[in-house]
């Protein structure tokens, strides 16, 4: 059963994409363009933007965006508004990731890294959501991770921001799905972008930023609430989130000594 209305074609949607530079989101970013979607891309990093615009300049928006700041934010919706009249859909991929150990906790980093991948999230669904309450429709999307469904070796920080993603699509979806409102949480395993290539060990069943982008398609075509992929790794860290924590501690220090 679906849990959000199916989407049967893209044509003319007007879809906003936070992180569109790289990875996940720019590859998203080019499916939906390819499906007649009209797509805003933004991130910080302005120039690979632009030159994929200029590849969609008809259906394409630039809007530079650092996600944390609060006042970039209004000035980037406002902007979106005055041109579409309206935002059919929120994506949020932008994420921010160190391998972090206990030892290695650092304050700054963990600042950053909380406020780009939870803070930011949060400040786009308050950015977004009172218009579409107000037209009793739309769709939000928030990339968290399969990182956010148990403490993980390395993770000491990402994880515990994706999870709390997991919580807040969860607790979102609760409140607005009644007032036409679609949520949907996006749960990847390893993809190979930057920011993965950055890990020292071995990432199973690593896929690409396409593959992962024609998964998330897929997942907002059904209308499924939680969007995971890749399924052959994906359920077995759902099964494992379910064990107790003798058995899943030991299986997890077993991965510890791996990495």
Known sequence: MSLNPRISNWDNRRIWIIGASSGIGQALAILLLQK???VALSARHTETLQALARDWAETSTVLPLDVCDEKAWSVAHLALQKKWQGIDHLVFCAADYEA????????GRIRQMVNT??????????TVLPDMLA?????ISIIASVAGYTGLPKSL???????????FCESLYLDVH?????VSVINPGFVDTAMTQKNDFRMPALITPGIAAHEIVQGLEAGDFEIHFPKR??????LLRHLPYTLRFRVLAKVAEAS
């Open 100 to 107: 972090v150990r206990a030892w290695t906790l650092d304050v």
């Open 135 to 139: 037209a009793g429709s739309g769709s």
């Open 36 to 38: 007649g979607a009209r």
């Open 117 to 126: 991948n939870l803070e930011g999230p949060m400040i786009a669904v308050a």
């Open 178 to 182: 009644d007032k036409g409102i679609a």
């Open 157 to 167: 920080v990402y994880g515990p921001t994706k999870a709390a993603l997991i919580n």
């Open 233 to 238: 790794f994906t359920r077995w860290l759902r």
